[in-house]
């Protein structure tokens, strides 16, 4: 399987500011990456992914960067929100073939303070 | 839009009762699956499908089962349930490779 570790479980930053969020995967395999932010009260949903044949990938305010060397990929967002206030997965897919698995972290709680 | 409907949004059940929770997907996906998520622990996986009458286990599937008799619907069991198993389940089915569509989520209470 894969295991995949996220830091930090929380995360205060002042409108505005920048936030990152970590993550390490352990299957060198791995080639698809996804962010879920999962807003109080509601199901998570995909902000953004990257797969493995790039380095960097974005989308306005939010950027997700890859380092297979080193097996970890890290959520950045820039001009900080309160709308951004949530709790943010990251997940890598299990090793096999078509089983389309995804292993998540254990989540980093977000609070922007206005 | 893919729509991934879970048929209770709250529950409350009694250790030991047999309890079924439903998940209904409008798009023809071969893979759903079914999550919980606990405070500090994340998304865990317990099972997933692949097709119809097809399942396989997941990280954390003591204690519960599921059944996939038609492509659009995905149930997890608790054949006894037990108050280590009151959490929040969510069910998920993909709209490409890997992107998930999670449905809104069953906060189950076991009493």
């Known amino acids: 399987g894969e295991n995949v570790e996220q830091h930090p479980s929380t995360l205060s930053v002042q409108e505005g500011d920048s936030a990152v969020i970590k993550c390490t995967y352990s299957?060198?395999?791995?080639?698809?990456f996804p962010w879920y932010k999962q807003e109080l009260g509601k199901r998570p949903q995909l902000i953004i992914d990257i797969r493995s044949n790039v380095g960097e990938k974005k989308d306005q305010r939010i950027a997700v960067t890859l380092n297979k060397t080193a097996k970890h990929f890290s959520l950045h967002i820039t001009e900080t929100q309160p709308e951004d206030s949530a709790v943010y997965f990251c997940?890598?897919?299990?090793?096999?073939?078509?089983?389309?698995?995804?292993?998540f972290g254990k989540g980093t709680k977000l609070s922007v303070i206005p | 839009d893919v729509k991934v409907t879970q048929s209770s949004r709250y529950l409350v059940k009694r250790t030991g009762e047999k309890v079924f929770l439903e998940c209904v997907q409008d798009?023809?996906?071969?893979?759903m699956f079914w999550y919980r998520q606990d405070p500090g622990l994340g998304l865990r996986l317990i099972y997933f499908?692949?097709?119809?009458?097809?399942?396989e286990k997941g990280d954390i599937p003591e204690g519960y089962s599921v059944s996939r008799e038609k492509k659009e619907r995905f149930s997890l069991i608790l054949e006894s349930a037990s108050t280590n198993q009151t959490s929040m389940y969510l069910c998920a089915t993909t709209t490409g490779q890997y992107g998930y569509t999670f449905g809104s989520g069953t906060r189950l209470t076991v009493v």
């Open positions: 499908s692949y097709d119809v009458k097809m399942k």
């Open positions: 299957d060198s395999a791995s080639n698809y």
């Open positions: 798009m023809d996906h071969e893979n």
């Open positions: 997940a890598a897919p299990y090793s096999g073939a078509g089983s389309y698995q995804l292993t």
